[in-house]
């Protein structure tokens, strides 16, 4: 159970850690009760000097009621309800942010894709839409878009010439 910072604040003044792991509103309620008949009876020498003292007391006393425990279980709803939105918002926000991270893509990756659509549409390496070895072609492609990045010149026939020609006008 999670405690407000008041509660935890007037729990350390009378000595109680309820901050602590598996200490529950069941445990604070119990531990209050006990120290509530002694309380009486040390309070009005402790009111006249401390007024923290008569705070901690006036909370407890009021807490200790029935409207008292109607405004705990309030709080304890409230707060539920908060951390329910909270984790909406976080995920509602997560998810936006994911779909922006789009890469640009570079012209030397455009000319490599054409090139093995190009690649993909002839019959050079395998029949029209198979290549029958996709990482030979796949390194004709690369090179030739390397070597026409570079300044280098066309082939002069073939498919690297085909390629050599789409890709100039990409890069």
Do not use: C, H
């Not at 598996?22 to 008949?37: L, N, T």
């Not at 009486?40 to 009021?62: I, M």
């Not at 996709?134 to 082939?155: C, E, H, L, M």
């Amino acid at each position: 159970m999670v405690f407000s910072k008041l509660e935890i604040a007037l729990g350390a003044i009378i000595g109680l850690d309820i901050a602590a792991p598996g200490f529950s509103r069941a445990a604070a309620k119990a531990a209050v009760r006990a120290i509530a008949p002694l309380a009486t009876r040390v309070a009005p020498a402790a009111l006249a000097y401390s007024p923290v003292a008569t705070g901690t007391a006036l909370g407890l006393g009021a807490l200790q009621t029935q409207p008292g425990q109607q405004l705990l279980n309030l709080a304890e709803e409230r707060g539920r309800m908060d951390r329910i939105r909270f984790e909406q918002a976080l995920t509602d926000l997560t998810v936006s942010t994911k779909k922006k991270t789009v890469k640009a893509k570079s012209k030397f990756n455009k000319a490599v894709s054409a090139g093995m659509k190009t690649l993909k549409a002839s019959t050079s390496y395998g029949k029209k839409g198979v290549l029958s070895s996709p990482k030979k072609a796949f390194s004709v492609v690369t090179k030739t878009a390397s070597r026409i990045n570079r300044g280098g010149k066309v082939a002069k026939s073939g498919i690297t010439r085909k390629l050599g020609l789409l890709m100039r006008k990409i890069l």
